[in-house]
């Protein structure tokens, strides 16, 4: 029930929670490093069983009963607003100011109450709150302070976050079958000079190859050659130096299978890049046969296709650079066919035998099956060669000529812009830099997300050689020709990206006239950088204002992701990409996919304070959504400690005033990173992050941190004796123990799940068995814990404790149903004061007179009473968590060498408990007296028999007391490896049932679930 705060209460704020609910999903706050603390609602819960456990990652947000006090609907509609009116003495109407609907939002977990939303909607206040809430300065007090309704998430899960049907599974980001162009064959027939017979080359006609003219050349034909070999090199060069590159000119048939086949075992199971240069023998013939030349070069040889892939196999990528491409293309896959129908003869015939690989081909081609290779004198010959090595040499030329404004500037203009490639702050750079950005922006947004990946992210030159295909599709489809390549992929020469690229250019060519008179010694010229990427900054923010409508996916996420590069963009493109991955998992997921994660990796060995929070909140959000596939890398390079310095005293100098929220996100990062992570926990063990954890327990203002922190420790010493002996020296298991009168729920299951995993070290001394003990002793007072979510999370602790002490606890259990047997045999019922009786003494009063125990005045004695209460606790879940425990250790007691005396006690107090023949059963509220055993007295006439624990638990009905007499009253069932004991209720009563309860001492009624 939702409570109306007065003026003085609205002003109070509840304890902020946030757990791993704000690292994995979407909020509706965004990282703002210039503001003050976050306000922002922290929720969320520590489940039950520890964080093997922990939701994945999408994010469901309570919805909650908070009313909108700006008067808004909550799916982001305007509702109807209407006009209250009151009377003057006069009878006039006056308007007072619009009234907005206040109106209860609902929640997941609420069953849907039409008729209690109905008068809701109407915007009509009840309970006379009118008055007030048209008063200005109660509208101004509640705009600072919301109502208080019990709405975070535990409060509707218990700790067992709801499933989400729409949720999907975090896609696979990290491509496994990852290659690389580990050698390049760059095979050149061009025989300069003489012209093939079915070639007829107009007049004039294309012949720069690699921008270079053979026949404005004096020197020899061999010496040019070389060049263009050697200037063809350095453009590969350019795209990938890790590649060795050998230049084949002019090859004879054998020359070329010798070095193919060389090619593929220098590579073994990597790719080999084969580019052919054809333009001076004879066109591919429609079987897919091109053409080499003899020793003595008066010969065209021709060879197959299939001859080429025995010598190449695969991974390959194919570049054909000639004219009627399209056949070498159309006749690859039969051929390839062919070889996989040999290797499977080869299987069958030996098993064992060692089979060629075949498979993950890429081809690139010039033109289709009949279309000749454009001959404008104005481009290169090679065009198609010069679009995928030096695509911005060749947009410069190809935007002179397409340009229909008269310009000044002429071909070899384009050729002198200054600068390199590789140089970002120079024309050419920048040029280079606005060309991948566009070409891997165009292919994000039209190719399929499994094609995206396969060709611009598992392969360094796959990607720049297909960014670079882009453009010769938008240039040589201006000249009639249409390269092909496979796997094949949509056309893009349309893109509406491309007016971008073509501005960028005309910049460039606007200053390249005053660049060239600087350069030559006349006024001085500073280059004016192009606003391309600002822009595009300006268009993503603008996408993010509307709030990511539908999850569509922006179209400048791979822009974005490029400006990181650059310093001067780069602060503002992170506090972008924070907010889009504040979106929810599945925004971190399309950014992981298109390539984030290189980048922030890079950015954690950046000494710049500035970026150290944003970074923070960007690596909490990958880490929430995927970590087992960032552990590795957190690991190089010693990329966690950017972590764990934060959590260090000396580490918090950052410019943020919310210091604390960013050291509970690092907190959260060393945790995931040390979850299931071996080498993560060797190295992150230190005495000095365990005290700064210990440190961050005591922090006041933020309960994330302390709840975090706890959970840092307690990842850090799972399943690791080491890290515990730290701890223990660092007195880390007595401060945790310190929180379990924390004020927050989400903290105290923190400690408790740190404390269940310091439970274990293998060698179990006497030092360690008093800890544990000691810890078991401190967390007892947790079993009256109001909270549900912290009951279930005690309780785990306390199945690793039983399992622990096992024997321990199977004498508790032991002693406790002699003691239930004893108190059968021995007590009456007084019936008018409702207490056992012993001999007609009060059972309160005769309890010192018990024989003493073994496990009396034991941590585990103590501990089993507990897990008694617990197990008819008032939460379903707890309750049946506790009777796990309880019917376990039942189970293996009689498995135990105390068998046989336990099913005797067993079979005694099933007997106490059976009706007697022909008697009928009273009602569970009134047990039915009976006739004492001999030789014990009798008591008191009248008194009724006490029954305990076991006795109410295995109660049957008359029908089930008339069938033979089993030797194991409960019905079994398993659940995993517990065994889960099913209860016969009374058939009077059969939703309750009557138990035992240790801590007064008295039978209680409680509500029976199956």
């Not at 079987?287 to 196999?313: A, C, H, K």
């Not at 918090?652 to 992570?677: L, T």
């Not at 274990?760 to 544990?772: R, S």
């Amino acid at each position: 029930m939702a409570v109306i705060p007065s003026p003085s209460q609205a002003q109070q704020t509840l304890p902020s929670h946030t757990a791993y609910e704000d690292f994995a999903g979407p909020s509706n706050q965004t990282y703002q490093p210039s503001q003050g603390p976050s306000n922002r609602s922290q929720r969320g819960t520590t489940p039950v069983g520890g964080l093997a456990s922990f939701p994945d990652g999408q994010n469901r947000r309570t919805k909650g009963f908070a009313m909108d006090l700006a008067g808004t609907h909550p799916n982001g509609e305007l509702p109807e607003q209407t006009l209250s009116r009151s009377r003057t003495a006069d009878n006039e109407t006056l308007a007072h100011r619009p009234k907005p609907q206040l109106i209860r939002r609902r929640t997941d977990y609420e069953r849907d109450r039409q008729s209690a939303f109905a008068a809701e909607e109407t915007g009509e206040l009840r309970h006379g709150w009118e008055d007030q809430y048209n008063s200005s300065e109660f509208l101004g007090l509640l705009s600072s302070a919301f109502y208080m309704y019990f709405t975070d998430k535990r409060h509707e899960s218990g700790g067992k976050p709801k499933e989400d049907i729409n949720t999907k599974p975090p896609e696979k980001w990290r491509d496994k079958d990852r290659h690389k162009t580990v050698s390049a064959a760059l095979v050149l027939c061009l025989n300069l000079g003489v012209d093939p017979p079915d070639i007829v080359r107009t007049n004039p006609s294309a012949a720069m190859e690699c921008w270079t003219d053979p026949t404005a050349s004096s020197t020899s034909n061999s010496k040019v050659m070389e060049l263009i070999g050697k200037k063809l090199q350095q453009q590969y060069e350019r795209m990938s130096m890790k590649t060795r590159y050998k230049q084949y000119l002019d090859p004879s048939q054998e020359e070329a299978r010798k070095f193919c086949t060389s090619l593929r075992r220098n590579a073994k199971d990597e790719r080999v890049l084969f580019h052919y240069n054809g333009h001076g023998v004879p066109l591919p013939t429609p079987s897919g046969e091109f053409w080499v030349f003899n020793r003595d070069y008066t010969q065209y040889i021709p060879v197959s296709m299939y001859e080429l892939q025995s010598w190449l196999g695969g991974p390959s990528l194919y570049i054909y650079d000639v004219s009627h491409a399209g056949n070498i293309i159309a006749n690859f896959d039969r051929f390839i066919e062919k070889h996989e129908a040999e290797n499977t003869e080869i299987k069958e015939r030996d098993a064992d035998a060692q089979l060629q690989n075949y498979g993950n081909n890429i081809q690139l081609a010039a033109c289709t099956k009949s279309e000749m290779l454009p001959t404008n004198p104005d481009l290169p010959a090679d065009l198609f060669t010069c679009c995928l090595t030096t695509p911005i040499d060749i947009s410069l030329r190809f935007y002179i000529l397409e340009n229909p404004l008269p310009s000044s500037l002429s071909l070899k203009d384009a050729m002198r812009v200054p600068g390199a490639p590789s140089e970002r702050k120079t024309p050419m750079g920048e040029l280079n830099w606005i060309l991948t950005a566009i070409t891997d922006t165009i292919a994000w947004n039209t190719l399929p997300p499994a094609l995206f990946r396969q060709l611009f992210r598992q392969d360094l030159m796959v990607a720049a050689l297909f960014r670079n295909f882009l453009v010769a599709q938008r240039i040589m489809r201006a000249y009639g020709c249409h390269p092909t390549s496979v796997p094949e992929i949509p056309w893009c020469h349309d893109h509406q990206l491309w007016e971008a690229w073509d501005l960028a250019i005309e910049m460039v060519l606007s200053q390249l006239p005053k660049m060239l008179a600087a350069e030559e010694g006349e006024l001085p010229y500073e280059f004016e950088h192009s606003s391309f990427f600002a822009e595009q900054l300006t268009a993503f923010e603008v996408y993010l204002s509307q709030g990511a409508p539908q999850q569509l996916a922006p179209t400048q996420l791979p822009i974005v992701l490029q400006v990181l590069l650059s310093q001067a963009h780069r602060l503002r493109a992170l506090v972008l990409l924070s907010k889009f991955l504040d979106l929810g998992p599945w925004a971190v997921t399309l950014a992981l996919t298109i390539g984030i994660f290189p980048y922030v990796v890079k950015l954690l060995q950046s000494p710049a304070y500035e970026l150290k929070p944003i970074m923070i909140f960007i690596w909490a959000r990958i880490v929430a959504v995927d970590v087992e596939a960032v552990q590795q890398d957190l690991l190089k390079d010693n990329g966690y400690q950017y972590f764990t310095n934060m959590l260090f005293p000396q580490g918090g100098i950052v410019p943020v005033y919310n210091v604390s929220e960013h050291r509970a996100m690092s907190a959260f990062v060393v945790a995931m990173f040390c979850r299931k992570f071996p080498q993560g926990q060797n190295v992150c063990l230190s005495p000095e992050l365990i005290d700064a954890c210990i440190g961050h327990l005591q922090d006041p203002e933020n309960p994330l941190l302390r709840q975090w922190s706890c959970l840092c420790i307690s990842m850090l010493w799972a399943d690791f004796p080491e890290a515990k002996w730290v701890g223990i020296r660092c007195f880390a298991h007595h401060r945790i123990c310190a929180l379990v009168i924390d004020p927050v729920p989400e903290v105290r299951a923190a400690a408790i799940h740190a404390l269940t995993n310091f439970l274990g070290i293998p060698d179990l001394t006497e030092q360690v068995a008093q800890n544990e003990e000691t810890i078991a002793f401190a967390l007892m007072a947790m079993t009256a814990d109001g909270n549900a979510m912290v009951r279930k999370e005690l309780l785990v602790f306390f199945s690793t404790f039983v399992k622990r002490y096992q024997n321990k606890f199977l004498v508790a259990a032991y002693e406790t149903l002699v003691q239930e047997r004893d108190i059968l045999i021995q007590a009456g019922y007084d019936e008018h004061t409702r207490k056992p009786t012993v001999n007609g003494i009060h059972h309160d009063d005769a309890e010192d007179s018990q024989p003493s125990k073994i496990s009396r005045n034991t941590v585990q004695g103590s501990m089993w009473l507990h897990l008694l209460v617990m197990s008819v606790d008032a939460h379903p879940e707890v309750a049946q968590a506790a009777s796990v425990i309880v019917d376990y250790v039942h189970e293996v007691l009689l498995d135990s060498p105390l068998s046989t005396q336990a099913q005797q006690v067993v079979d005694n107090i099933i007997g106490l408990t059976r009706p007697t023949a022909g008697g009928s059963r009273q009602p569970s509220a009134a047990p039915s007296s009976r006739t004492p055993h001999p030789p014990a007295s009798a008591g008191p006439q009248g008194h009724q028999k006490n029954e305990g624990y076991l006795s109410i638990g295995i109660r049957r009905n008359a029908s089930v007391a008339a069938a033979p007499q089993v030797p194991w009253p409960w019905r079994l069932r398993f659940v995993g490896q517990f065994v889960v004991s099913v209860r016969l209720c009374p058939a009077d009563r059969p939703t309750e049932t009557l138990v035992w309860s240790y801590a007064s001492r008295h039978p209680c009624r409680v509500e029976y679930s199956a």
